[in-house]
């Protein structure tokens, strides 16, 4: 047993000229209001016909009718949901050069004197008659062939009584609402074609009957609808891009205001001015969800530039989801992505990422997979999983949401990516990493040997890189060095003769490391009588005595301070020789 249509106004996008149009669709009994599956009947014929449909089931009729187009415009909330998705709709039938055909569903009001088990209403009347004037919305003879198409699914139809509610003439009624100059403005449209067909209420009356009426009628609409091309015009409006699964095959840093990519930015204007100059020479790619909706799978960037000068169509290719794996939508979109402009090494990464949590790829299939289309790899060698995992280690740090100078200045080519791939990711603690990008590598910019060199006499100085930069004494050699023409040679002189000149400056640093512990753990206003570790002299690398104080009532906690200060700080690897293997590791 199926859950009866949810109470909404659906909107279906469809690939023919159809658009379905159900205003009364509440299928819940209500007073003398009996229930019904129009609603159901109608998503399940749209989905038959690929077409278009716009179907009330929030709505009850009694509280507002919406075939009553006049009633509907004093109420800007629900024209917006009801009728405006109804011309949206329409002008992209039109877009694609194809004429509109709007079959307006309706239940009869369960008369028992009606045989028929459809009535076709057209805007008839009588011409001559003020009362009920005619006022046709389809040729007699379109309307005669689509009534021998249903009839032959073994439907009996008549026409409506011109005296009955069931003709669609009235100039409020939703049938005439591309008819009529006066009823709505920019609305008439004379090339719309419309029928209002009213069912018997038993045909509807169960869930299983109305879904099975409506793939009955199905091959008898399908006859008068017209598919689009594969490259189509279609509504921006009706492109998502707000969820990781619409963003699914992009690898452009999408609406992430925390990175700035000014190479996309200046991109994006200059596509902006071209199209509007020159038009959109290469359409989007787009796949159509099972919602109806699109998603992109190429052209993220025309669609921004699309959206920055107002367009409200665009040229696309269409491809429904199930046309082909999400494996071969990955290989399209890289192939695409990569035609006109090379992805940067974090869309990379981002790429990456998302083939593998799509498709379960680790990083040896993602090289041998996808590899060669990135152009990652040394010229004449395949690309190997640790480069594979490069890429997707500094793309981690973006997704964390951490160092965004870091990421920025990957992205516009102003930090290179080796360095931050192999130097700055492995860095787990994100206050260290931007500490040493922001102060060493940024405005010094040293060579390998040299930075290697740095983190080494950094290491010696502080338990954290962030905490050995801090120091007064660091600081103050930074000043100098970057006043010099080699800044990153004079400061690695000045760390080591105040670093490595004398056993005196040694001591210094096993001071300035026990400093930042007693800060860490202790607390900022904590002093030596709190915390302190003293090196023996005679036996510096074999013994070294703690001091620590304990106040009334705070025994466990400050035991718990201690070991978690020597856990995590071994004092015995804090000399020279050590702390230059623990870097290079």
Same mark, same amino acid.
Request: with cysteine; charged share 25%.
């Given at each position: 047993?199926?859950?009866p249509a949810s109470q909404t106004i659906h909107r279906i996008l469809g690939s023919t000229n159809l658009l379905l149009v159900v205003a009364d669709g509440y ?46 415009? !004093?109420?800007?909330?629900v024209k917006d949901a009801f009728l405006v998705p109804i011309k949206q709709f329409k002008d992209e039938i039109k877009s694609n050069g194809l004429p509109p055909?709007l079959l307006v569903f309706q239940c009869l009001a369960g008369d028992p004197a009606c045989e028929e088990m459809l009535l076709f209403g057209y805007g008839q009347? +009588? ?9 046709? !919305? ?12 249903? @009839? ?17 003439? /009235? !100039? ?35 869930? /299983? ?55 996309? +930015?200046?991109?994006?204007?200059? #596509? ?13 790619? #787009?796949?159509?969800? /099972? ?23 665009? @040229? ?175 400061? #690695?002189?000045?760390?080591? *003769? ?30 030596? *009588? ?23 009532? @705070? ?21 020279? +020789? +050590? ?7």
């Open positions: 047993m199926r859950h299928n819940a009994s209500s007073g003398d209001q009996p229930g019904h599956f129009l609603a159901d009947m109608a998503l399940v014929l749209a989905a038959q016909l690929s077409s278009y449909a716009v179907v009330n089931t929030k709505y009850k009729r009694k509280i507002m009718d919406l075939s009553d187009v006049s009633a509907i415009r !004093t109420r800007p909330k055909l009347g +009588e011409r001559s008659s003020t009362a009920m004037p005619h006022r046709p !919305t389809i040729a007699p003879s379109l309307l005669s062939r689509i009534r021998v198409a249903v @009839e032959d699914q073994h439907f009996s139809t008549a026409l409506a009584p011109v005296d009955s509610p069931y003709c669609g003439r /009235e !100039t409020h009624h939703l049938n005439q609402l591309f008819k009529q100059k006066n009823l709505a403005a920019d609305w008439y449209d004379p090339e719309v074609r419309s029928i209002l067909i009213s069912i018997r209420p038993d045909l509807v009356s169960q869930q /299983e009957t109305a879904i099975s009426i409506g793939r009955m009628l199905a091959p008898a609409f399908a006859q008068f609808g017209e598919a689009m091309s594969f490259v189509r015009n279609v509504d921006i409006s009706n492109i998502d891009v707000s969820s990781s699964a619409d963003l699914q095959y992009i690898f452009r840093l999408a609406g992430d205001n925390r990175y700035t990519d000014l190479l996309r +930015e200046s991109y994006i204007e200059e #596509l902006a001015g071209s199209i509007d100059r020159n038009g959109l020479l290469h359409p989007l790619v #787009l796949l159509k969800k /099972e919602d109806g909706r699109y998603k992109i799978l190429c052209g993220f960037r025309r669609f921004q530039a699309l959206k920055r000068i107002n367009r409200t169509m665009v @040229e696309a290719k269409v491809y429904q989801e199930t046309d082909f794996s999400p494996e071969d939508f990955f290989n399209i979109s890289l192939a695409e992505n990569t035609k006109r402009r090379n992805l940067n090494p974090i869309e990379i990464g981002h790429f990456l990422e998302s083939a593998s949590s799509s498709l379960g790829l680790s990083n040896a299939e993602l090289a041998e997979q996808f590899g060669d289309t990135l152009g990652i790899g040394k010229p004449g060698q395949k690309v190997s999983h640790s480069t594979i995992h490069k890429y997707r280690k500094v793309n981690q740090i973006r997704l964390r949401g951490e160092s965004p100078e870091i990421i920025s200045d990957v992205v516009n080519e102003k930090l290179q990516f080796s360095i931050a791939a192999e130097v700055l990711a492995p860095i787990k603690n994100d206050k260290d990493r931007d500490a040493l990008y922001l102060h060493i590598i940024k405005p010094l910019a040293p060579t390998r040997p040299q930075l290697m060199q740095l983190l080494v006499q950094l290491g010696q100085m502080a338990p954290q890189l962030s905490e050995a930069i801090d120091l007064k004494s660091v600081q103050g050699a930074l000043i100098k060095a970057i006043k010099s023409p080699q800044p990153a040679a004079t400061l #690695l002189k000045l760390l080591r *003769k105040d670093s490595l000149s004398s056993e005196t400056d040694q001591s210094t640093a096993f001071a300035n490391r026990v400093d930042g512990l007693r800060k860490r753990f202790f607390g900022e206003r904590a002093g030596k *009588k709190d915390f302190n570790i003293v090196a023996s002299a005679e036996a510096r690398q074999n013994e070294v005595t703690v001091h620590f104080r304990i106040r009334r009532g @705070e025994t466990l906690d400050t035991l718990k301070r201690l070991c978690q200060a020597l856990e995590q700080n071994d004092p015995f690897s804090w000399s020279p +020789e +050590e702390q230059t293997n623990k870097t290079r590791e």
